[in-house]
Nanobody
């Protein structure tokens, strides 16, 4: 069993920044799929950013150029730097990881972008 614990959410004004972190209870080195998803009220969960392999990253079109996913294998952490936030970025953000074929989720952290 693997636990993923997110932190860093909160309330921010439009145009502001937040940095989300997700700490895994086991080593993430060699984990090829690490991702951030989000789910807004009344909407389906959507893939925001992810690693495939240790260095390859990809982003949803809606966040390209504004969000950056990163990982620190020494701290078992995957992070999401979010800049130029907009009200439509408001959602619960979830960390996701695939460990040895098993899919794990964090509990989510709320991000609210509002003036």
């Amino acid at each position: 069993q693997v636990q993923l614990v997110e932190s860093g959410g909160g309330l921010v004004q439009p145009g502001g920044s937040l940095r989300l972190s997700c700490v895994a209870s086991r080593a993430i080195v060699g984990v090829n799929f690490l991702a951030w998803y989000r789910q807004a009220p009344g909407k389906q969960r959507e893939l925001v950013a992810y690693f495939t392999g240790s260095t390859n990253t990809a982003y949803a079109d809606s966040v390209k150029g504004r969000f950056t996913i990163s990982r620190d294998n020494t701290k078992n952490t995957v992070s999401l730097q979010m800049n130029s936030l907009r009200p439509d970025d408001t959602a619960v953000y979830y960390c996701n990881a695939l460990f040895l074929g098993e899919n794990y989720w964090g509990q989510g952290t709320q991000v609210t972008v509002s003036s």
